[in-house]
């Protein structure tokens, strides 16, 4: 099982910050570090010293680590025209030496629009899909070929498609709990489907609608990699997971209820129930950046026991 650090900058991060985190991820022997791409704060706090681009963060960390994966959980199709988004990805993705993955979103966070002049459109997953088919066309187009696009939300006009991603297919990221268009559009598009924060026995169904879909689509359903993300909060005795719980203003019972929290040991009992409905890869959402003791507490005493 694949374990990622997934940070929430918006809650209130440096550039610094998020590089400290990174290169924890990087020499504890994590699979990659992913960020959110987001520009307000979201509840109580005041979010300083303010939010960080996405990309331009994934650009400095590319340069700035050499083994770890790096990618969105996910990017807003409201935030970056389809062309530009895939002009970014792929230059990150030279810059780190084909290391880079894309989740992309609808986006949800009509506030975060409204604080910085972003149109918020009501409908969004038609925006969705159709990046997905301009950003994947763009990259698969061979190189002295153009691109052409004409939909209902974007027309591209004999696109040089440049520039290349390193990879040859650089993976993509589909999630969500739609019970029908979501699947659909991972079953078409993504390499890997994500939930993210799922409530007790929703990983099972899912997945498997996400299977279904694929088989209907004349796809092999093992195709995908098939994740969840989760919040941790994972303490050698009690008093250290409630003492991690306050301090990213959660209830200690909850978190262990709706997250990975508890013991190693326990942690590594939930990992295992989530591998046997599929799960191969978790993202460890780290909310407390300053943590940097919780990522070793896991990569010393959870992750050598996962399967």
Same mark, same amino acid.
């Given at each position: 099982?694949?374990l990622?650090?997934f940070t929430e900058?918006?809650? &209130?991060?440096?550039?610094?910050?998020?590089l400290?985190?990174a290169?924890?991820t990087?020499?504890?022997?994590?699979?990659?570090?992913? $960020?959110?791409d987001? @520009?307000?704060v979201?509840?109580d &706090?005041?979010?300083?010293?303010?939010?960080?681009?996405?990309w331009?963060?994934?650009?400095?960390?590319?340069r700035?680590?050499?083994?770890?994966?790096l990618?969105?959980?996910?990017?807003?199709?409201?935030f970056?025209p389809p062309?530009?988004?895939?002009i970014?990805?792929a230059?990150v993705d030279?810059?780190s030496g084909g290391?880079?993955e894309l989740g992309?979103?609808?986006?949800?966070?009509?506030?975060?629009h409204a604080a910085?002049?972003?149109?918020?459109?009501?409908?969004?997953?038609?925006?969705?899909?159709?990046?997905?088919?301009v950003?994947?066309g763009?990259?698969q187009?061979p190189?002295?070929?153009?691109?052409?696009?004409?939909?209902e939300?974007?027309?591209?006009?004999?696109s040089?498609?440049?520039p290349k991603p390193?990879?040859?297919?650089?993976?993509?990221?589909?999630?969500?709990?739609?019970?029908?268009?979501?699947?659909a559009?991972a079953?078409? @598009?993504?390499?890997?489907?994500?939930l993210g924060?799922?409530a007790a026995g929703?990983v099972p169904?899912?997945?498997a $609608?996400?299977?279904?879909? *694929?088989?209907?689509? &004349?796809?092999?359903a093992?195709?995908?990699v098939y994740?969840?993300?989760?919040?941790?909060? *994972?303490?050698?005795?009690d008093?250290?997971v409630e /003492?991690?719980?306050?301090?990213?203003? /959660?209830?200690?019972?909850?978190?262990?209820?709706?997250?990975l929290?508890?013991s190693?040991?326990?942690?590594?009992? /939930?990992?295992?129930?989530?591998a046997?409905h599929?799960?191969t $890869?978790?993202?460890?959402?780290?909310?407390?950046l300053?943590?940097?003791?919780?990522?070793?507490?896991?990569?010393?005493?959870?992750a050598?026991?996962?399967?």
């Amino acid at each position: 099982m694949d374990l990622r650090v997934f940070t929430e900058p918006q809650q &209130g991060a440096s550039y610094d910050d998020l590089l400290r985190v990174a290169r924890a991820t990087e020499d504890l022997g994590y699979d990659a570090f992913f $960020r959110s791409d987001h @520009y307000l704060v979201m509840g109580d &706090g005041d979010g300083l010293p303010g939010p960080t681009d996405a990309w331009t963060t994934l650009a400095g960390l590319a340069r700035e680590t050499s083994r770890i994966r790096l990618g969105t959980l996910v990017s807003s199709v409201t935030f970056r025209p389809p062309g530009v988004l895939a002009i970014q990805v792929a230059q990150v993705d030279q810059m780190s030496g084909g290391r880079v993955e894309l989740g992309l979103g609808a986006g949800w966070f009509a506030a975060e629009h409204a604080a910085y002049g972003i149109p918020f459109p009501d409908r969004r997953f038609g925006l969705l899909a159709e990046q997905l088919e301009v950003i994947t066309g763009l990259w698969q187009t061979p190189v002295g070929q153009t691109f052409s696009h004409q939909g209902e939300h974007y027309t591209i006009t004999d696109s040089p498609a440049l520039p290349k991603p390193t990879q040859a297919r650089v993976p993509v990221i589909v999630g969500g709990h739609g019970p029908r268009r979501t699947p659909a559009l991972a079953a078409r @598009y993504a390499t890997e489907f994500n939930l993210g924060f799922p409530a007790a026995g929703e990983v099972p169904a899912q997945f498997a $609608r996400v299977r279904t879909a *694929c088989e209907e689509a &004349g796809r092999p359903a093992d195709d995908l990699v098939y994740s969840v993300a989760m919040v941790i909060g *994972c303490g050698r005795d009690d008093a250290e997971v409630e /003492r991690r719980a306050a301090a990213i203003g /959660r209830d200690p019972e909850q978190l262990r209820a709706d997250g990975l929290a508890g013991s190693p040991a326990q942690l590594v009992d /939930r990992l295992g129930e989530l591998a046997e409905h599929g799960t191969t $890869r978790v993202y460890l959402q780290l909310l407390d950046l300053t943590d940097i003791d919780q990522l070793e507490l896991i990569a010393a005493e959870v992750a050598p026991h996962l399967p």
